[in-house]
């Protein structure tokens, strides 16, 4: 059986158990179709398929080529583009699997839609700003762009507002409130295009991991929002870590020792295998010191002894999205031990805090296949 | 002919006159073997090619497989790992190409040492450490660690030093003193190693973009570093561009406008398709609001419009090592116009600035062939 410590470095690790507790504590919040799991955040069809078999088995998307991966995999029972796209051929290459696939387009301009039209996407969801400055039509053009698809023959499934602006708000009764706000604005934004669109207009899709669990089933307007785009939930990392979300951290990056001097040591873990746009990563029970392009320099905390040359070390990235779309495979493994540095000495020896031997097994490799556009 | 609005973004382009400028302006300073060009900064064999042609002909690698990557290119007559590896299958699969390539390893261990020799490499290269805390051995221990490699059968070549603290010192006189200080320490060391090991040490190797020619042949120290490891300086990027040096930047990442709002417009090139760790890219007449995963928010400065959807913008990188690790090839242009904001309409119709149609035309490919580890 491959261990951790056997793995080629970096390597992507998933704690398969933390994994299954997220992917659980999401399900029971947002069950089967009520959440769709955005791709983008792992980019494999593998983890996907996961998700598919507890019962999401309706996907967002960031980029053509999710889709089509998706699609391929058999996975396109029901996918969403949730971005704008002009371009003709990815839009023709959708299109193309229609037989098979369900693929819905967001548009949120004229020409989005025309395009979407004239290459023969058949179903299209308004994008509907909600407050961030980025893709999305401005609320009251939204049943006009619908009108306007109709008119083009196109099938309006509904909206969707993503209020990225909100996901990191620290306190939950102010990030209820603003969420609610923004809500507010998408639902009444729905009522108007399904007043364009007819029976077939159903879909209200919004927010992520940062706000899964404020659609309120009890307030008249968060409860119809009917289903949330969430992705990071099921890995992790230790910029939404730090927001007091129920989900832990499940995704690491494995790292060698390969050089150690006096004070400090360095991985050959560095920032072309690390998401570096929410900052450095962390080491548990070290301090990081900086990251080059195939480095990181650390030393450990509390005096405790540096790692010697060959051990590995678990470095938790800050943003895990970004992270895993700069690897070819992520290593699931059984369990992965809560310390920042092991060695083979500690693998095959004694385990400390009642750990077992196959927690550093690798028990499948889920291959990153959707990466690039 | 394919023209940059024609290619599907984002994309990686090369301006061709530029990228040749800076090999030229770089060859004049160092010609032929006083440069070891860096691989990791491209990780593209194909581009090596072009460095190759004009005399560079020994490279430097981060990584196993660029060192592999290139010697099954035919680019093997030379080839530095300056980074150290306690891997024992990428050791050997190195070793294995020794017959064809010559191969260099970076030793700072008696560990790095002891593998490199057990797994077959045949050359090494002492790393000391002049002044960053991360890989090679203290200087003290150089002579000595260069003694015990010569007592396991291998053949030291020399030393190597990265002084990578001093390249963005923004005084020259402030960053010369220092560099000529951090390469006393190295020549002394190469001093130290020669005598252990005879005649066939002859490498003294340092330095990169931002001290490319602070190795003045009059110095009595400085004249003696006799390989310059620099990468970055043929293309670019925005944070070495601030530091004055001459070297122009050659690397764009295309976008296209896939939706505009009343205030900002955003572009299809987000934080998956950017090195992200020295911040937010620029885009020239432009001001960046933020970066999402698969966007760029941004308004135009100047009171000048925002462009249409289907513009094509050009983003300047702010560091381009890890953004070309993100792409899959790379667009050679012959000439890249000097605007942020293309539009088709400016392509094919009158073009600014004297320019001719053929400054969009895409003249080559170059693979990324060298990515991961």
Redesign the interface.
């Known amino acids: 059986m491959t261990q951790i410590v056997d793995l080629?470095?970096?390597a992507l690790i998933v704690d398969r158990r933390k994994f299954d507790a997220n992917v659980a504590l999401m399900s029971a919040v947002r069950p089967g179709l009520t959440l769709r799991p955005h791709v983008?955040a792992h980019k494999s069809t593998a983890l996907a398929h996961e998700l598919a078999k507890v019962g999401h088995t309706a996907f967002t998307c960031?980029?053509p080529r999710e889709i089509i991966g998706m699609a391929q995999a058999g996975l396109g029972s029901d996918l969403l583009l949730a971005?704008?796209?002009?371009?003709v051929?990815?839009l023709r290459a959708m299109a193309a699997l229609q037989d098979t696939a369900r693929i819905t387009v967001a548009i949120?301009?004229e020409?989005?839609a025309t395009l979407a039209a004239e290459c023969g996407i058949r179903d299209v969801l308004i994008d509907v700003?909600v407050g961030m400055?980025?893709?999305?039509v401005?609320p009251e053009l939204a049943a006009a762009l619908a009108s306007f698809a109709v008119s083009l023959g196109l099938n309006v499934r509904g909206v969707m507002g993503y209020e990225?602006h909100l996901m990191a708000v620290a306190h939950r009764d102010e990030q209820r409130s603003k969420v609610r706000a923004a809500m507010g604005l998408l639902v009444q934004c729905f009522d108007e295009v399904r007043a364009q669109c007819g029976d077939d207009c159903t879909i209200i899709s919004a927010g992520g991991t940062g706000t899964f669990d404020l659609y309120d089933p009890s307030d008249p307007v968060l409860a119809r929002v009917n289903e949330v785009q969430a992705g990071s939930y099921a890995l992790m990392d230790s910029h939404y870590g730090s927001l007091n979300l129920p989900f832990e951290q499940a995704l690491y990056v494995v790292g060698?020792?390969?050089?150690?001097?006096?004070?400090?040591a360095?991985i050959?873990v560095g920032?072309?295998?690390l998401?570096?746009?929410h900052g450095n990563p962390t080491i548990d029970g070290a301090s990081v010191?900086f990251?080059?392009?195939?480095?990181i320099?650390f030393s450990m905390k509390d005096g405790r002894p540096l790692p010697s040359?060959?051990s590995r070390v678990l470095v938790q990235p800050a943003h895990v999205?970004?992270t895993i779309?700069?690897?070819?495979v992520m290593h699931v493994v059984d369990q992965i031990p809560m310390i920042g540095v092991l060695s083979r000495e500690t693998t095959t020896g004694e385990i400390e805090k009642g750990a077992t031997i196959t927690e550093r097994q690798v028990i499948d490799v889920w291959p990153v296949n959707l990466r690039?556009?």
């Open positions: 080629p470095t970096p983008k960031a980029t971005n704008e796209t002009v371009d051929q990815r949120d301009s020409t989005t700003n400055p980025r893709c999305g401005a990225g060698t020792v390969i050089s150690v001097s006096d004070g400090w360095v050959d920032l072309k295998s998401g570096m746009d010191w990251c080059s392009d195939e480095h320099t040359i060959g999205d970004p779309a700069l690897h070819e690039h556009w």
